[in-house]
């Protein structure tokens, strides 16, 4: 046992030294290497689980999951120039250095939190959870896209406020300022964060109810829902614990108690990781469904 838990975290461990003893590489590239670390090691708890492992049965499974993990959080990074809500620091000098850390760091997302998704669905934690059965209709349906349409568009509008004299006739948007000020723009995460949850579940229940949250809940059943919750809190404690301690790293500008904060991360922030991931899952499937992918076991 002891081999196992020393081989599968290798990598965190040498993170954590290298942290230690302030080694530069480790000090930038902190977050990626023990990221991966960890993938490898939930990787690894799941194939003793189900003998079946994504990285290494399913590799192309994973590459796509790795490459779409990129671009889907390079959206989110678009997303925050309207919200302003975090920031890097120390960043290195070097585009090339730098370009490899944003790939390597942004491409650990997505598989982080489905291995770990996966874990709590193979642990049976949830299984026997049963609630009042939802029932799913068409105007149900197409009342949570539509309000998934409202909150995404919500921070956009706001940010664009402060630039109504770029319009062809700015009095024709006097108003806006006044109803959705470029101030409050900070306050708006939860709506970016809920936004795309709203938006894909109801598309994936029409598509491939395999995969949607809705579609859980007209069984009675919560088990990947609630999977998904307490993977996005322990992946959000685990990324805020890495990037703490590393140089290279980034903060948060979250207006409500900021000074509040475990690591970088004011409390209230971390309401959104439970989000983040439900989200992400859901992107991802969209995608996987569009693409037809059937290159393995699925999560789910």
């Known amino acids: ?105 942004f491409g650990t997302i997505l598989p982080a939190l489905l291995f770990t998704a996966e874990l709590f669905k193979n642990l049976k934690i949830f299984s026997q959870i049963k609630v009042f059965r939802l029932k799913v209709t068409d105007k149900l349906l197409a009342i949570l896209f539509l309000i998934g349409l409202i909150f995404l568009f919500i921070p956009i509008i706001a940010f664009s406020s402060r630039f109504i004299n770029l319009a062809a006739d700015s009095k024709l948007f006097f108003w806006l300022p006044s109803i959705m000020p470029f101030s409050i723009r900070k306050y708006l995460a939860a709506f970016l964060w809920l936004s795309f949850i709203f938006i894909f579940d109801p598309i994936l229940y029409l598509l491939n109810k395999n995969y949607s949250i809705l579609a859980e809940f007209e069984k009675g059943k919560m088990e990947k829902f609630l999977s998904l919750i307490i993977t996005g809190f322990l992946c959000g404690f685990l990324w805020e614990f890495w990037n703490f301690w590393a140089q290279t790293k980034w903060k948060y500008f979250v207006p409500i108690l900021p000074e509040l904060k475990i690591f970088e991360m004011p409390i209230l922030g971390y309401f959104g990781f439970p989000a983040f991931a439900i989200e992400m899952y859901l992107i991802y499937h969209f995608i996987r469904t569009l693409i037809d992918c059937r290159d393995g076991a699925k999560l789910y």
Request: overall charge positive.
């Open 1 to 105: 046992m002891f081999g196992f838990v020393l081989s599968k975290t290798l990598l965190i461990i040498l993170v954590e030294l290298g942290l230690a003893l302030k080694l530069k590489f480790f000090l930038i590239f902190a977050t990626p290497v023990a990221w991966s670390g960890y993938i490898l090691f939930v990787d690894y708890v799941n194939f003793k689980i189900t003998k079946k492992s994504t990285i290494f049965h399913s590799p192309l499974k994973f590459i796509t999951m790795f490459f779409l993990s990129i671009i889907m959080w390079w959206m989110f990074e678009w997303f925050n120039i309207f919200i302003s809500n975090w920031k890097y620091f120390n960043l290195t000098k070097s585009l090339t250095i730098r370009y490899i850390g944003y790939f390597w760091s």
